[in-house]
């Protein structure tokens, strides 16, 4: 018995069958993976990779599953299983303990077909990855390259490392070819989106996006993800009545909760706040209700504290800044004090008035901002931020220069219609 790139899976037919169907869900992108392994697990009560595979779903995704059990499953029929199984149960294990990347690392130099494992150590749309630094992961990807050739799972990720790498024309070839291979494939149309933006083809991009989110949405894994991005899409061609129904068809809650609504439909409400495209209050009221509260007070990574220092900001809640800001100032991680705690400051001062500060803050971070996690286009939500304060603080020449460096890199009505005001006559 073999999963889907030939590994042995120490099982029988009805639990290999229901397994590989979930790794297929988790390749493509898409939900469900979780019922599955589910399903595995109950044709086969002794699978140790199916009650892994749960834990990990539970960890990254937070499907409603008791990590703690499946991993103690796990752990206790792994004897039945080969050394590659034992391997991948050891690397699914350091990594809910919080392992960022020394046993997935060394069990894919042993096990490089292992494509669960290299999803989760590659930060995507579907698993945070384990990695800090960009290039570690562009790296460990290019390097399997030898283990699955033309395969098209690995063909869209390698689409995705290209346009993060800024190879804009390699991920869009990427991309077609991974798609025309599998229409469903999750990170090839994610890769293909980021180019489409990226480039500023945002009449074309819209047009496939939509496409694609009425055909495969409804199955996609993060779904509200691809509509974002084709939020992002109407922003830049200055469509608010559009990016405003987007919105509240496909991105508010409680349609889209949890962390999909502090990334996507909170970031979109400051995103629309700063360019005058929302009518009336924001409705983020109702965002921060279907977010967690730790998550607001004391998230666990770099990404979510500044999506919740956004989505805060979004709310006017200064106080609560305040409150993330002296959190940040000693957290989990170097980067929350160094870059998470000024930009936290910095948007506190914007919601103040106090725009002269909130812009030399959001100035000196802008150059160690990748380390906050995330894609360009999610962290251009900052960029945003800072040109306003730039306008406010009546720092025009600033203004001016940045807009001009992202007009000439980008084409956008909306970033057209900032100029004009910051322009000398």
């Not at 009805?14 to 493509?28: E, F, I, P, W």
């Not at 409705?283 to 666990?300: Q, S």
């Not at 305040?322 to 940040?328: D, E, I, N, S, V």
Request: proline share 4%; hydrophobic share 50%; charged share 20%.
């Amino acid at each position: 018995m073999g999963d889907l790139y030939g590994l042995h899976l120490s099982t029988n037919a009805s639990a290999t069958t229901a397994y590989n169907a979930g790794l297929r869900k988790v390749l493509l992108v898409q939900s469900g993976a979780e019922h599955d392994l589910a399903d595995a697990v109950r044709a086969d009560p002794g699978f140790a990779l199916g009650h892994a595979g749960l834990a990990l779903l539970g960890h990254e995704y937070g499907a409603r599953v008791d990590v703690p059990a499946a991993l103690a499953a796990a752990a206790a029929t792994a004897r039945r299983g080969t050394d590659r199984e034992r391997s991948q149960l050891a690397a699914i294990a350091a990594h809910i303990r919080g392992d960022r990347a020394g046993t997935i690392q060394a069990h894919l130099r042993e096990y490089p077909r292992d494509a669960l494992m290299l999803s989760v150590a590659v930060p995507t749309i579907a698993f945070a990855g384990v990695t800090e630094v960009p290039q570690e992961a562009w790296a460990l990807v290019e390097g399997l390259a030898p283990a699955y050739g033309d395969d098209w799972w690995y063909t869209g990720l390698l689409a995705f490392v290209r346009q993060e790498q800024e190879r804009w024309d390699e991920a869009a070839h990427l991309a077609d070819r991974a798609l025309a291979e599998e229409p469903a494939s999750g990170h090839a149309v994610h890769a293909r989106t980021h180019v489409y933006y990226e480039t500023g083809d945002h009449a074309a991009g819209l047009a496939w996006l939509d496409g694609w989110i009425g055909r495969r949405v409804p199955q996609a894994h993060h779904g509200a993800h691809f509509c974002w991005h084709a939020a992002l899409h109407e922003l830049a061609l200055d469509d608010a009545d559009a990016m405003r129904r987007r919105y509240r068809c496909q991105l508010a809650p409680p349609r889209v909760t949890g962390m999909r609504a502090l990334v996507d439909s909170a970031s979109l409400l400051w995103r629309a706040e700063l360019a005058e495209m929302w009518d009336g209050p924001l409705p983020v009221d109702a965002v921060l209700d279907a977010v967690d509260p730790a998550v607001l007070a004391r998230p666990r990574t770099a990404f979510a504290a500044w999506h919740a220092a956004v989505a805060l900001a979004a709310a006017g809640d200064a106080a609560g800044l305040g409150r993330l800001a002296r959190y940040a100032a000693t957290g989990p991680a170097e980067v929350f004090p160094t870059v998470v705690a000024p930009l936290v400051t910095g948007l506190r001062a914007y919601v103040e008035g106090r725009y002269d500060a909130a812009a030399t803050l959001l100035l000196s971070i802008r150059s160690s901002s990748v380390s906050l996690g995330g894609s360009a286009a999610q962290r251009e939500v900052l960029e945003d931020t800072l040109l306003q304060a730039l306008v406010a603080a009546g720092r025009l020449d600033e203004a001016r220069r940045l807009l001009v460096k992202r007009l000439d890199r980008r084409p956008s009505r909306r970033d057209l219609r900032m100029l004009q005001p910051v322009s000398v006559g």
